[in-house]
């Protein structure tokens, strides 16, 4: 009587253990397809261009994604064929949670880190241009000017993405402060 009914609730119990384990992964199934939908929808449009919603969505998880506790364990480089393929469960699924396609945040940080690195270049060399204009105009000084003006002229950044890095320049610094 005692194993029929310790049989009875173990019965019950892996029961319920087993339904719950398929409907928690029905929902995680669920979530991941209406991810991959959302994602695929937008990849078509994905473009080198970086804009401004993405620069926004950037300033607003970059910060917590440094907090994960797997963001230290993922390889970033804009060379990997799929970031997301090297990507445990847990990064999967905190990019499914903000509806990132995660190959795409790692190449508009890149993106953003690199226009960070070239506005700093071009106010260098337009400071230096300022400072050789203001001596005597001579060949050296003419050579000088037109290497700094190479030297800006060497990205091939879009000026509506340089105009967007400017407009969030300084919370962008804030939060890549470690990055570079």
């Given at each position: ?66 907090q ?61 241009i ?49 990055v570079?």
């Amino acid at each position: 009587m005692v194993g029929d009914k310790l049989s009875k609730t173990m019965f019950l119990v892996l029961g319920w253990v087993a339904i719950a384990g398929v409907l928690k992964l029905n929902v995680v199934e669920t979530s991941w397809h209406r991810y991959h939908k959302a994602v695929e929808a937008k990849r078509p449009y994905y473009q080198d261009v970086v804009t401004e919603t993405e620069v926004r969505g950037i300033i607003k998880y970059w910060p917590r994604f440094v907090q994960q506790p797997f963001a230290k364990d993922l390889m970033v480089s804009s060379h990997a064929d799929s970031i997301q393929n090297s990507m445990n469960w847990h990064a999967k699924y905190w990019f499914i949670r903000i509806c990132w396609d995660a190959n795409r945040f790692f190449y508009v940080q890149q993106r953003v880190v690199s226009l960070l690195q070239y506005l700093q270049v071009r106010r260098t060399a337009l400071a230096v241009i300022k400072q050789i204009e203001a001596r005597r105009n001579d060949v050296t000084s003419l050579e000088m000017i037109k290497m700094q003006q190479k030297r800006m002229a060497q990205e091939t950044f879009s000026k509506a993405e340089i105009a967007i890095v400017e407009k969030y320049e300084e919370s962008l610094k804030k939060i890549f402060k470690d990055v570079r």
